[in-house]
């Protein structure tokens, strides 16, 4: 008599249920466990065990009816019974039920290392990294040689900014990788998010020894070798693991992302477009199209719109839907809880602008919360941190996870300050866990074209009147400037005009610059008899892609010089006393890359385009008292640069001046920007209490 014949003993039959998982029979398995549960109601193992091959199959809902169900047969569950069921609580995203099972289980079987792993990754992934610090901390002492809980310390560690800790389980960890290439590419990961990028690219390479050609470790080893600055040897990488997996959508998605940035982004439009042809429901793949078309020097706003609207219309309807309804809006007059949501509270070009906001706003008019997903957070990060009433850290966190939390932090209006770049949470946001939400277009410049953002902040600049139609949120203009600015404490004073010949500057990412405006600025060049071009930015710290953006910009290339950013903009300050102007880019307009020239005595010329994204350089300096310094077009921004040159009293007056001008204008008066926001925020408020009637 077989175990799993009709006849077996509800002994036999769990037994045989048993041999056929482990034998991978897995429908076997299930009907072995259906005869012996039919013969014995109450058998909570076989309960158990059928729920855990539902979770195998994927099929969690009914993983969780029954290993909850094999719960509640127990009159004391075992903790293996608790301690799955959290992990099932996890991969669906009820965080707070695992959370409650693990403990649980460590009060009835506390020496148990998994226990506390499972405990430790859900805290983590609930943003309570110092709470999962000490849970995976506590595992490790357990089992010291368990490879899952010393990864997992090490990887919350890194993401807590404590690097020397998380490389000291690292080194451990390392050893126990020993010659399986899964671990180490795992570790490579780890490597990474601990800042040690060296260590990551050797674990890629030790796990690619044993597995040639495996394009998901060739796509971890090219991302590490993007971050690195590596640019040109990254795509090389990436086309490697494209040609070994050519349907993988995430793939077509990361190359994209190195072509952007190497200046190609009509190619890197291909490539993210055929991402989404392979898999429609990859949303960064959708937002980084949207951010390359700002590099489209023939995009206009309005089809901008039309594309962000497509990542709803392909599917019918808002995806994903909120679970839950919105919050609902009470109380027009309450203290108002505003949550910013960013990954950049760092060194970054918008902190200079996030800095100033979170410090001048009125502490009895609002509360702030900020979602940080900053992946290595730094002494800004602490800074900002300082200045917010709260912080929650989402790196770590999903989008269903994220939107739980802040619905639970009861946040009134939500900022999102990432729009399409790199890193942000706008799909959390398709939950709508606020009753308003809104997106700034300072950080992105553009429609985030989702029906689950029903507001954009900007002024009258970047937005003029008649122009709403190139955004699907609408329109609020913040009166003075669409933000405030905070120059650094430690930058030196205004450098006088440099003597010699003219240098125009380009002191901003190339992959901004268009062919055209090459052409515009060759025509400067020969304007102005012995000037020269200086183009400043890390994209040139190799002398590998030097060479390749002086290739690029051949039509300049023989009157220019091309610096890198050895040791970060800190250690660079003083080529603003060897540049007489500075020249914003175009179609992609830069903010902070005209504001710290303008402060540091520096006049700066831009073209005021067609859509916000075109329009960072003229909202400056219209702010800043200087619009006759933007021009329509790209041969006026070549008579406006010629101009100035020429004209040596303008420029020392310049010089002397500009700094005393920001001060006196809305770009540096945080104070009223944040007034000006919070005005915003109230009469937002305002019109969703009453739709709400309250």
């Known amino acids: 008599m077989t175990g799993s014949s009709p006849g077996a003993s509800p002994d036999d039959l769990f037994a045989a249920a048993i041999g056929h998982r482990n034998a991978g029979r897995t429908q076997d398995a299930v009907a072995a466990l259906g005869m012996l549960l039919a013969r014995v109601p109450g058998h909570a193992d076989a309960m158990h065990m059928l729920g855990l091959m539902r979770h195998i199959e994927g099929d ?5 009816r029954l290993v909850l169900r094999s719960i509640e047969m127990c009159e004391t569950p075992p903790p ?11 991969r669906m995203g009820r965080h707070r039920e695992g959370i409650e099972a693990c403990r649980k289980a ?18 983590r992934e609930t943003g309570e990294l110092e709470n999962a610090a000490a849970s995976l901390a506590e595992a490790v002492r357990l089992s010291g040689d368990n490879w899952s809980a010393r990864n997992a310390l090490a990887g919350t560690l890194a993401a807590l900014g404590r690097f020397d800790e998380a490389v000291a389980h690292l080194t451990h960890s390392t050893r126990l990788a020993a010659s399986d290439p899964a671990r180490l590419h795992e570790l490579g990961g780890v490597w990474l998010e601990a800042n040690r990028p060296v260590d990551a690219i050797e674990s890629y390479q030790a796990s690619l020894r044993l597995r040639p050609g495996h394009f998901d470790v060739l796509n971890s080893l090219a991302i590490v070798l993007d971050r690195t600055g590596r640019k040109l040897e990254a795509a090389e990488v990436y086309r490697a693991a494209i040609a070994a997996s050519p349907a993988t959508a995430y793939l077509h998605n990361n190359l994209g992302n190195v072509l952007r940035d190497l200046g190609d982004w009509p190619e890197a439009l291909s490539h993210y477009r055929r991402a989404l042809e392979l898999d429609g429901s990859l949303f960064v793949a959708h937002s980084n199209v949207m951010f390359t078309r700002l590099f489209d020097p023939g995009a206009t706003g309005a089809e901008l719109a039309g594309e962000g609207r497509g990542w709803e219309a392909r599917r019918g309807c808002p ?14 007059e309450k203290r108002l809880r505003i949550g910013y949501v960013s990954p950049d509270f760092k060194e970054h070009a918008v902190a200079f602008f996030t800095e100033p906001l979170l410090r001048a706003h009125d502490r009895s008019v609002v509360e702030v919360v900020c979602y940080s997903g900053t992946p290595r957070p730094d002494r800004t990060t602490e800074r900002l941190r300082s200045l917010a009433d709260g912080w929650v850290e ?23 300050l990432a729009g399409h770049t790199h890193g942000n949470r706008l799909l959390a946001l398709a939950a709508r866990p606020a009753p308003v939400q809104v997106t700034a277009v300072l950080g992105y410049g553009g429609t985030t074209g989702l029906s689950w953002i029903g507001h954009v902040l900007t002024d009258g600049v970047l937005t003029p009147e008649g122009a709403e139609g190139q955004f699907t949120e609408r329109v609020v203009r913040i009166p003075g400037a669409f933000a405030a600015f905070q120059p650094r404490e430690e930058w030196a004073e205004a450098a006088p005009v440099p003597p010699g010949p003219p240098v125009f500057g380009c002191l901003s990412d190339p992959s901004r610059i268009d062919g055209e405006q090459l052409l515009w600025w060759r025509r400067l060049l020969e304007e102005v008899p012995g000037s020269r071009l200086l183009f400043k930015h890390g994209a040139y710290d190799s002398p590998r892609l030097e060479s390749y953006w002086r290739s690029l910009f051949a039509a300049v290339a023989e009157r220019s010089s091309f610096e890198g950013l050895a040791g970060g903009w800190g250690a660079h300050m003083g080529v603003y006393g060897r540049v007489s102007v500075v020249l914003d880019t175009w179609p992609v307009s830069g903010a902070t890359s005209a504001l710290i020239p303008l402060w540091m005595g520096v006049p ?12 960072f350089g003229a909202a400056v300096l219209t702010a800043a008292g200087l619009p006759e310094l933007v021009a329509a077009d790209g041969p006026g921004s070549v008579a406006i640069a010629a101009g100035l040159v020429r004209d040596g009293d303008r420029l020392r007056e310049l010089r002397e001046t500009l700094r005393g001008r920001l001060r006196a204008s809305p770009l540096l008066d945080a104070g009223g920007h944040a007034r000006a926001m919070e005005a915003a925020f109230r009469g937002l408020w305002r019109e969703a209490c009453a739709r709400e009637g309250n």
């Open 319 to 332: 995806s994903p839907s909120p679970s839950l309804p919105p919050p609902v809006a009470r109380d027009p």
């Open 106 to 123: 460590i009060a009835l079987e506390p020496g148990e290392c998994g226990y506390h792993l499972n405990l430790g990754l859900l805290l």
């Open 80 to 90: 293996r019974f608790l301690s799955n069921y959290a992990e099932v609580c996890r």
């Open 60 to 64: 969690l809902d009914t993983a969780q």
């Open 604 to 615: 700066v010329v831009a073209v005021a385009g067609g859509h916000a994204g075109q329009r």
């Open 394 to 416: 989402t790196l770590k966190m999903g989008d269903g996870v994220l939107a739980e939390r802040i619905r639970s932090d009861g946040i009134d209006i939500l900022v999102d």
